[in-house]
């Protein structure tokens, strides 16, 4: 059965730092590329960064460019957000998911989902 669990959200000062994680199973993290999403209340999803399955390569949304860094631990199999400088807008509930696609920036792209994990940002 196909899983993914995220963690490490938790509440954030601006400026800080905070790294989340998505663990799979149930299928080879090396064989998908891993993207996350979040969801601010009354928003829709909005894509924040993926990594391919092949050689690493990254996307990210322009708002988080620079701040946030996605990796992956294909012997963990887990995925890694990490979050520096975070602002108030970041604030939303972080998901995580698996596709055969290349890196998509598209929600139905994702064929497995987590079920979140909150970041709040506030001093």
């Known amino acids: 059965q196909v899983q993914l669990v995220e963690s490490g959200g938790g509440l954030v000062q601006p400026g800080g730092s905070l790294r989340l994680s998505c663990a799979a199973s149930g299928f080879a993290l090396d064989k998908s590329a891993i993207g996350w999403f979040r969801q601010a209340p009354d928003k829709e999803r909005e894509f924040v960064a993926a990594?391919?399955?092949?050689?690493?390569?990254?996307r990210y949304a322009d708002s988080v460019k620079g701040r946030f860094t996605i990796s992956r631990d294909n012997a963990k199999n887990t995925v890694y957000l990490q979050m520096n400088s975070p602002k108030p807008e970041d604030t939303a509930i972080y998901f995580c998911?698996?596709?055969?696609?290349?890196?998509?920036?598209?929600?139905?792209?994702?064929?497995?989902w987590g079920q979140g994990t909150q970041v709040t940002v506030s001093s």
């Open positions: 998911a698996s596709s055969t696609r290349d890196r998509p920036a598209i929600a139905w792209m994702y064929d497995a």
């Open positions: 990594i391919s399955w092949l050689r690493n390569m990254t």
